[in-house]
């Protein structure tokens, strides 16, 4: 049986992997901000969270809270950053050519 640390490491791990196969496989800047930051943040979010229960109540698990509390606010910000700079410097969303 696995114990509950290794099992949000591996949930977390998954999430990172699917962030990584879309940052490859989609087609634009818009497309791959949008999968990296949910994926990302999930991923992240699991990875911590099962380190967090890995290392026992320690002050460790203070600063790992921390770190996640500023990635879940901070993620969403920088993604939406990057986007409006794409957009002003005229980057335009990838449109499906039509047949």
């Known amino acids: 049986m696995l114990a509950v640390d290794t099992l949000l490491i591996?949930?977390?791990l998954f999430f990172l992997?699917?962030?990584a196969?879309?940052?490859?496989?989609l087609p634009d800047v818009f497309s791959r901000s949008h999968a990296l930051s949910i994926t990302d943040t999930l991923g992240t979010f699991f990875v911590l969270?099962?380190?967090?229960?890995?290392?026992g109540?320690?002050?460790a698990d203070v600063k790992i809270m921390l770190i996640?509390?500023?990635?879940?606010?901070?993620?969403?910000?920088?993604?939406?950053v990057?986007?409006?700079?794409?957009l002003r410097n005229g980057v335009r969303p990838w449109v499906?050519?039509?047949k």
Do not use: D, M
């Open 10 to 12: 591996c949930i977390g």
């Open 68 to 80: 996640l509390l500023a990635l879940w606010h901070l993620n969403p910000v920088i993604s939406h």
């Open 82 to 86: 990057i986007l409006r700079a794409a």
């Open 49 to 55: 969270t099962g380190v967090a229960f890995y290392q």
């Open 57 to 59: 109540l320690t002050l």
């Open 21 to 25: 196969i879309g940052i490859v496989r």
């Open 17 to 19: 992997t699917v962030a």
């Open 96 to 98: 499906k050519e039509k």
